[in-house]
């Protein structure tokens, strides 16, 4: 038999409870993204931080232990997100990058239990 | 692994190059819509609002750029989670003023789970805007039930009907339990008379514990005398939307004050933390943090150490 190449237990059999979130923007700074991640390590755990001018070289952001980073598919964003493993180990996450704008982009997660003590199964995080 | 080295603080030069925030290039329609399911939307929006930034005076410019976004939100039901007056953005430079325009709005559906917005909590990065953080959880049950409002009950009407109440008499010797009865009911005629004529209270986990309605009397005043003044433009117009100001920040902080007195004097084991909290409230760091740096005068050292390396002490000559 098979098995799954994944853990089963993921995506969302639990239904999202709390979400904390950190918006910022780092002025394409190296030092304000190291900054800000650092004093994120210290505190109470985030889930998603919505960077606005992030800092990026020859197209690639930078990354950090237990983040995800998302980002318009461009080569230098003007907006990117990141998401903790903890939240991606929960619940299924899909970034949308609508093609009007590359300022913008939503990342929608999936969560057929319910999310924030309702029945809806995903909710959008918006960061521009 | 973040792979960055504290050799790269040398773009710190960014500090002295900031500029303005680029106008905005994401329209209120691919920002704002219509959802079924919750939605949140965070970023620079780079727009100027009164509903945002209340004591600022606000150009035509800035009004006609903020607008579209503000309708929008209106329209669909958004709600903004910023605490109007907290500034966002403080520029580096003198010739700006300090700004709001680090905005987060939610929809219908994801307002009931919005717990906190807040912008001072996490120390400063080195950018001209601050971080912010929201927190999102499940409504809590609300306990607190709906107050009579005694303070504005009608009592001169109230008077007049209690006169004419009927309270039906006694039973002849009752027995202990009818006569409980009978006094329980007369008690609930003459409460229900009473509560049915008087306001109740409407308590929100977001109704502020301080607010009066002096407070929201001087708003009001402010708010005229500040689009008064901006209509007018006249030095006595724009001094006595001055004096409102004032004198509306001085009397929320005298709310205030009157309001954790009074608290603090009935403190009991249930509150002391919240007590703890209004005395003695938890210092923000006003410094970013770096490796093995823990307060500023470690800081400016790793600074200096690492722009202005010590130089190595020249060749002894030999003689």
């Not at chain 2, 309708?71 to 300090?98: C, E, I, K, Q, S």
């Not at chain 2, 209690?162 to 008690?187: E, G, M, R, T, Y």
């Not at chain 2, 470690?298 to 390396?309: Q, S």
Request: aromatic share 12%; hydrophobic share 35%.
């Amino acid at each position: 038999m098979i098995e799954k190449p994944y853990n089963s237990t993921r995506h969302g059999l639990a239904p999202a409870i709390n979400l904390t979130l950190v918006q910022h923007n780092s002025l394409s700074s190296w030092d304000v993204f190291l900054s800000l991640f650092c004093s994120l390590m210290e505190g109470h755990p985030v889930d998603l931080v919505l960077l606005q001018d992030p800092p990026s070289s020859k197209g690639f952001l930078p990354c950090y232990a237990g983040f995800k980073s998302f980002a318009p598919p461009v080569s230098r964003p003007t907006v990117a997100s990141y998401v903790s493993q903890s939240l991606l180990q929960k619940f299924g996450v899909l970034p949308f990058f609508p093609p009007e704008t590359d300022d913008f982009m939503a990342m929608d997660v999936l969560t057929p239990q319910g999310c924030f003590g309702s029945s809806f199964p995903r909710f959008r995080i918006g960061n521009m | 692994m973040f792979w960055l080295k504290l050799s790269s603080f040398q773009d710190r030069q960014y500090v002295g190059k900031a500029s303005p925030p680029n106008p905005q290039t994401v329209s209120p329609e691919t920002a704002l819509y219509d959802l079924l399911y919750p939605y949140l939307v965070a970023g620079d929006f780079n727009i100027h609002n009164a509903a945002t930034d209340p004591s600022r005076l606000l150009s035509v410019k800035e009004e006609k750029e903020s607008a579209p976004y503000f309708g929008l939100a209106t329209d669909l039901g958004f709600t903004l989670l910023n605490t109007p007056g907290v500034y966002t953005r403080f520029p580096f430079t003198g010739t700006h003023r300090p700004s709001v325009i680090d905005l987060a709005f939610v929809n219908p559906h994801m307002f009931p789970a919005f717990r906190s917005w807040d912008a001072s909590s996490l120390p400063s990065t080195g950018s001209d805007h601050a971080p912010v953080l929201i927190s999102l959880r499940p409504p809590s049950p609300h306990n607190d039930k709906p107050r009579p409002r005694w303070q504005e009950a009608d009592w001169l009407r109230l008077t007049d009907r209690l006169k004419n109440l009927q309270i039906p008499p006694p039973p002849d010797a009752p027995s202990p339990n009818q006569l409980d009865q009978w006094f329980s009911s007369a008690v609930s005629v003459l409460t229900t008379l009473i509560e049915n004529d008087t306001h109740r209270s409407r308590p929100s986990p977001k109704s502020k514990a301080w607010w009066t309605h002096l407070l929201t009397s001087l708003r009001k005043e402010f708010a005229k005398a500040a689009r008064k003044a901006k209509k007018q433009e006249t030095p006595d117009s724009y001094a006595i939307a001055r004096q409102a100001k004032l004198g509306y920040f001085k009397a929320i902080k005298r709310a205030k004050a009157t309001y954790s007195a009074d608290f603090l004097a009935k403190t009991s084991p249930d509150n002391i933390w919240r007590a703890k909290e209004l005395v003695a409230p938890r210092k923000t760091p006003r410094f970013p943090s770096l490796p093995d740096a823990t307060d500023p005068v470690a800081i400016n050292d790793v600074l200096l150490n690492h722009f202005f390396p010590p130089k190595n002490p020249p060749p002894a000559e030999d003689t």
